[in-house]
């Protein structure tokens, strides 16, 4: 009894799946870092790196550790946040952040002479298949702001490879 429309074939119908998944969370997971290390320009050093979700700002991810300090544990290593734009393929890690305290505060920043504490580190990442690499554009290290005392550590464009 349909009325106002022509029906077509009765015994078919097409469907149309869209793709629901927010493109930040290929960004979340685990990941392999490494670097040169800015101290001799030959070491290369690696560590584990976890990026998660930020549960109040959608364009946000945490990364622990962005990378490690001088004789502390990943665990002693506070997070850093960083803004994504997913259309630009572009992570922006502010500069000045706080990843460890304790008659210290340790931030990170920007390899310059004096260290970049403002400002951002650029990363870009690239999604192929389920392969996702972030690669960092700036070098960037970790220094005491209390006793001004710079660098605890410092790598030349870190390259996190999503395991």
């Known amino acids: 009894n349909v009325k106002g429309c022509n029906l077509g074939a009765n015994k078919s119908f097409a469907v149309t799946i869209s793709d629901d998944e927010d493109p930040m969370n290929m960004l979340v997971g685990s990941y392999s870092a490494s670097a040169v290390s800015a101290f001799d320009e030959v070491t290369v050093d690696t560590w584990d790196v976890t990026i998660t979700r930020d549960d109040e700002h959608d364009d946000r991810l ?76 700036d070098d960037f290290g970790v220094g005491d702001t209390v006793s001004n005392a710079w660098w605890y550590a410092a790598y030349y464009t870190p390259t996190y490879t999503k395991k």
């Open 62 to 137: 945490w990364i622990h550790p962005l990378c490690l300090i001088g004789g502390l544990g990943a665990s002693s290593i506070y997070p850093v946040y960083c803004v994504v734009d997913v259309n630009a393929g572009t992570i922006q890690v502010p500069n000045g952040q706080t990843m460890f305290e304790s008659g210290y505060n340790m931030v990170n920043a920007g390899l310059a002479n004096p260290p970049a504490t403002s400002g951002v580190t650029l990363a870009l990442f690239t999604v192929t298949g389920t392969e996702v690499v972030i690669e960092f554009q």
